[in-house]
């Protein structure tokens, strides 16, 4: 049973982390860190504002969590 649980988390968490969100995320915690560092988890999606995009969200997310360790 715990396989089955482990498989269909994998299998859902997958798509979850290739969006553009996630790609905006890494983006910015890269460019503070540098291209080698680890990329913590990307966090959930916050609302996206009027004039913006997710990716742009996500470099702003990465960018502050690469600030704050």
């Given at each position: 049973?715990?396989?089955l649980l482990l498989a269909v988390?994998?299998?859902t968490a997958s798509p979850a982390l290739a969006?553009?969100?996630c790609d905006g995320f890494e983006e910015g915690y890269k460019t503070i860190k540098g291209d080698v560092a680890f990329v913590?988890?990307?966090p959930f999606e916050p609302f996206t504002p009027?004039?913006?995009t997710p990716f742009?969200?996500?470099i702003k997310a990465g960018i502050a969590a690469a600030l704050k360790r």
């Open positions: 049973m715990r396989k988390l994998l299998l969006d553009e969100f913590p988890f990307c009027y004039g913006s742009r969200e996500g």
